[in-house]
């Protein structure tokens, strides 16, 4: 089976649903039209820029523009799981946690994966590298953001519970163990809903595109079981290492519960 | 000297020195806002501060802040609550002495903390911290949620905790009967800074 080629005309069709809701929520009086219509010019761009870039990387495939784009990757998630918290961490502190996390997870489980499971050749072939550092980066970046929100919310909120335990001479590791263990669980949820949904409720987008694209069914179960392992792992020691560390900043050297290092709630 | 402290100040801390001797109180007064709750917390180096506290000659800086906080303890004036039930807030029972001075009835240990009364949480707070045997105890305002009899008996426990154990105390009341009771001296916190009156 080919891959059918979509037309612009094509595009404009589905569109076209859109611009409908959008109409009817300004029949309705909701007021979103402005935010969708925004949102839906956002996308269609960044995925054009997106398509350029991959047709020129791919054709250039060398490591130093693999690693910029990576990087640049990265960077973006990192600023999102700062943007998603109420109250992040303030500073360079806040989106250095995110990354560390991110780095030590989602790129270390994309090169092992790269390397060892699928060993293409080079490993860092950008058909396999890039969609993949994408897909386990998407998915790490909310369940760190989650776990982190959940993180400084709860320790905002609970304040007195924490520091009725340090005075009574509690260490930080005794006094934050149940808003440790509860960010992680939190940065876990989706991946948790996404392991029950998987085939079932939800047939996951990247075996979708490979079965659109021809490849057997059998096979693009293969390599989405692979990547659901990799983005669950990759998305609870990211949880880990950012609450580990966000909980850490919680507190400095006095072992003072320092919430002045979160930003006032937005 | 038991608790020395010089030339502490912080932020919304004015900046106050004054020492404690074993089994003293210190009665401390202020108007509300000025900083009283304030100071306490950072001589229990819950927040950062500048000065020199020592408890027996040794630096708060030197020592852990969980070893310093054992012995010095602080009572806020809201206690927070972290577990279910009152047993799981307390390393071991209290003696059974110390609940019954403080007329708390023997079923409240494995009842849940939602259900105690602010006078029961603050007089269970108290406890608390008395099961640390502390050697100086930090108190904010330890009996404003008590009626007379139970404000006396807390302060009767208190008082004869700091004789038999050669303990001092820091205590934020509002209620001047209560602390003329307490000694010859007190410090009045103002926005420039503490002063200490009565007896040198």
Redesign the interface.
Known sequence: MELYSLTPFDLALAAGLVLALGLVQVLLGLGLFRTLALNSVRMVLQLILVGVILEAVFDAATLPWIALIALVMMALAGYEVVARQKRAIRGWHGYGIGLAAMSATALIVTVLALTFVIETDPWYTPQYAIPLLGMILGNTMTGIGLALNNLTQTAWQSRREIEARLVLGHSVREATAELRSDSMRAGLIPTLNMLAAAGVISLPGMMTGQILAGTPPIEAVKYQILIIFLITAATGFGSLVAVQLGARRLFDARDRLRLDRLRSGR | MLFEVKDLCGPNVPPVSFALDAGEVLPVRGDSGVGKSQMLRTL?????HEGEISLEGVQQ?SMS???W??QV????A?????ADTVAEHFPSRPLEAWWERLRLRAALWDSPVERLSSGERQRLAVL??LA?EPRVLLLDEPTANLDRDNAEAMAGLLLDYLRDHGAGAVWISHDPREVDAHGDRWLEITSEGGVLHGAV
């Open positions: 229990a180096d819950l927040s950062p800086q802040a969980t070893d906080r054992r303890a602080l009572v806020p809201e206690s927070g609550w972290w608390r911290a640390l």
